[in-house]
């Protein structure tokens, strides 16, 4: 087999490869025996002229074998995974995972770090002091056994030809491609060991997907892929018109999601309910999307969710006197931006507050960046609101660093209209392997 025939057979004649050779591009980019010219030739073969389901299940199957596939046999019970496509201000697994826990689901969650204007689940976690994202495999282990639920950063042999194909993705201009995206996240997902995965496909400013069709058509795909590789998969339809949470950057996340577990229906609520119910219908702990609400509301209203989040942060390593007494967390300094008109606010660039974030030091442009965990926004505003000119719309929360451009960034995120935009919705649809089901 050449890899160079493999090249023609999808540029000219269009046609679906085998299962063979797809085996044997994985295999050879994998052990460095493809080089990246040829990888890169096939990649944007498949970018232009796609994949059938077939060629995508083994494209997931193979890149999921090419390294480590996790054993959470040791854990006890339904292991069920959530994964978003990455969003500005969404920590919802924080609250998500002690939220399950309690309902007595196992959630052994394996998040990555932020890049970019989308934050990362282990940084938002690491802004708790000691807290350790970097467990063993048998610590892990004993930390969901013992209270239901832990979260640490992805190991570096999760799915490594995915890692090696993303980072010629990213420059080859043969990221936007529905097979490679799916097949991407859904190896890494695959190879994480749940049980079932609910996906939080997000669309709008800010996200992969920009219309909400084209985000029901990747879920559609990644649906079918867990199916076929024996997992029960849902995924959730969700607007990035408006950042998730109404705080952004890591402590300030933190700070939410204590607030949240303690009861306060900050706007992060809604999703946070939203997906835990979807994962209770999704392993039938629940039957009902009504019985499925009033149990979440019921162990986050005892303050048992908010007590599991202390145990999972005391196992893990971290200081809960700073969950206890939130006002430990070190915040910079205040500023405060205003609305330029007086109106409702019509639209809101969720990428460019994300951005902001970034200029503050609260992201990283580069994966060995920094992070300050003290910096980023708070929007006193949500789309939709009637505000008049000079009111507050944003708190910005900084060290000195990046002011000027994140004031200049957030100003300009935000359009005012004389009349009320259409009523914002969160999730839009849901897709399981029964279809789709628009909201
Ligand atoms: N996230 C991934 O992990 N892979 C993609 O291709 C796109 C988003």
């Given amino acids: 087999m050449r890899m160079y025939d493999i090249i023609l057979k999808k540029k000219y004649n269009k046609e679906p490869l085998s299962d063979a050779e797809i085996q044997f591009f994985i295999d050879g980019f994998t052990d460095g025996t493809i080089p990246d010219y040829q990888a890169s030739a096939l990649l944007m073969a498949i970018c232009c002229n796609g994949m059938i389901e077939r060629e995508t299940f083994k494209l997931t199957e193979a890149m999921l074998n090419s390294g480590d596939v996790i054993d959470l046999s040791s854990i006890k019970g339904i292991k069920v995974d959530k994964h978003s496509t990455g969003g500005v201000a969404d920590s919802t697994s924080l609250a998500l995972a002690p939220i399950l826990a309690c309902l007595g689901l196992m959630v052994p969650k394996m998040s990555g770090r932020g890049l970019g204007f989308s934050g990362g689940t282990v940084d938002k976690l690491e802004s708790i002091p000691n807290f350790n994202t970097s467990l063993t495999e048998e610590r892990f282990a004993e930390v969901v056994n013992q209270c239901g639920c832990a979260i640490i950063g992805q190991t570096s042999d999760v799915a490594p030809a995915d890692k090696k194909i993303y980072g010629l993705r990213d420059v ?11 097949s991407s996240i859904m190896s890494k997902k695959l190879a994480s060991g749940a049980d079932m995965i609910l996906l939080d496909v997000k669309f709008g400013s800010g996200a992969f997907m920009k219309t909400e069709e084209d985000a029901i058509t990747l879920a559609t795909l990644m649906v079918k892929i867990g199916e076929n590789a024996g997992k029960r998969v849902g995924a959730l339809i969700t607007s990035m018109q408006q950042p998730l949470g109404n705080r952004a950057g890591n402590s300030l996340e933190v700070l939410n999601i204590i607030e949240l577990l303690k009861g306060v229906k900050t706007r992060l609520y809604q999703e946070v309910v939203e997906v835990a119910v979807k994962l209770l219908l999704l392993s039938r702990v629940e039957t009902s999307e009504h019985q499925a609400e009033l149990a979440i509301e019921k162990v986050i209203e005892s303050g048992e969710a908010f007590e599991r989040f202390v145990s999972m942060v005391e196992l893990q390593g971290g200081d809960t006197s700073y969950i206890l007494n939130s006002e430990k967390f070190e915040i910079g300094e205040l500023f405060e931006i205003y609305a330029t008109e007086s109106g409702y ?75 009320a935009p259409a009523p914002y919705k969160m999730a839009s649809a849901y897709v399981d392997i029964n279809g789709v089901k628009k909201y």
């Fill in 345 to 419: 606010i019509s639209k809101i660039d969720t990428e460019q507050l994300g951005n902001a974030c970034v200029d503050l030091g609260g992201g990283r442009l580069q994966k060995t960046d920094i992070i300050d965990n003290a910096v980023g926004i708070e929007m006193t505003c949500s789309l939709g609101d009637l505000v008049k000119k000079g009111d507050v719309i944003v708190k910005i929360f900084h060290n000195q660093r990046g002011l000027k451009q994140a004031t200049s960034l957030i100003q300009n995120a935000f359009t005012y209209s004389e009349n």
């Fill in 172 to 182: 080859t201009g043969t990221v936007d491609c529905m097979p490679l995206i799916a």
